[in-house]
């Protein structure tokens, strides 16, 4: 009688097991496959949400995507309807709740209401996406040839350290801030990465720094990190170079690009738009 008992025990317990596990599944399957309801901007084509979101982008967004969001020297245009992180309502408020780690976009508090409305705006800017003029097949060429982008900039891992990673430049900068880079790369230094775990360096730009040491030595190039002690820079010739502050005696710091200015001579204005057309399909990892 006492083993029937316990049969019938384990049994049931073998049953509730199956069953909890069977429970579980169903658990994880719902959560890797929820059955939500696409999210909608409640807000399109709202007049007076458009405004709304105009004046607040204008007043929060507009110093690195441009006044009328065109782009500027840290962010992309928004006005093509062209989105590297996704192009639904809900891609696009995650983008600006969220952020994007890894790029110049932070993670923003607005009230969601708010979010919806700048939405709106930008909804309200996009033309017809139409390509950039130009053969990004031709530009490539001379990407990576005879215009010599690729000694000093990386794409997808190829090419030299001395200029800005371009792996994702079309996403990130406008076609105007792209075209400006090349014929007056002085006009506005691009951004350099700034190390997150170095709350005490100094925020880095692609300008030209020049060390001159204790024996009279000057070595010119681009810093990778710098704080009150010290400095790390690459050197002309893409060498790393790491200085203590004390052993230099000066560091100078030049409001101008190493790259050189290509004029129409050097670059005729049909390459000039070969080449952007390249650079504008560089969006890195969707």
């Known amino acids: 009688m006492g083993e029937e008992v316990f049969d019938q025990v384990a049994a049931s317990l073998h049953r509730l097991v199956v069953v909890a596990a069977f429970l579980v599944l169903c658990l994880s399957a719902s959560a890797a496959h929820p059955q939500e309801k696409p999210v909608v901007n409640p807000l399109t084509g709202n007049p007076s949400a458009i405004r709304e979101g105009a004046s607040l982008f204008r ?3 507009s110093p690195c995507h441009g006044l009328n969001a065109k782009g500027g020297s840290r962010g992309p245009d928004l006005s093509t309807n062209q989105w590297a992180h996704g192009s639904s309502d809900a891609d696009i408020f995650r983008t600006i709740t969220q952020g994007v780690p890894g790029t110049d976009m932070p993670a923003n508090g607005f009230a ?44 997808k891992g190829e090419g030299g350290l001395l200029g800005p990673d371009l792996s994702r430049v079309g996403a990130s900068r406008s076609i105007a801030y792209l075209a400006d880079s090349i014929r007056a790369p002085n006009k506005d230094l691009s951004d350099g990465m700034h ?84 650079l504008e399909t560089l969006r890195g990892d969707r």
């Not at 017809?128 to 990576?144: H, N």
């Not at 810093?223 to 502050?245: P, Y």
């Open 195 to 278: 190390d997150s775990n170095n709350p005490l360096g100094f925020p880095l730009v692609y300008d030209t720094v020049t060390v001159v040491t204790r024996q009279g030595q000057r070595i010119t190039g681009v810093a990778r990190n710098e704080d009150t002690f010290s400095l790390q820079l690459i050197d002309t010739d893409q060498q790393f170079q790491f200085f203590w502050k004390d052993d230099l005696q000066e560091v100078i710091h030049q409001r101008k690009s190493l790259m050189p200015a290509y004029s129409e001579q050097a670059l005729s204005a049909s390459a000039l738009q070969d080449l952007i057309a390249f």
């Open 59 to 61: 007043a929060n967004c």
């Open 112 to 155: 969601d209401s708010e979010i919806w409305a700048i939405i709106s705006y930008l909804r309200s800017l996009a033309p017809v996406w139409k390509p950039v003029a130009g053969d990004p097949a031709k530009g490539e060429r001379l990407f990576s040839g005879s215009g010599g982008c690729s000694r000093c900039h990386m794409v």
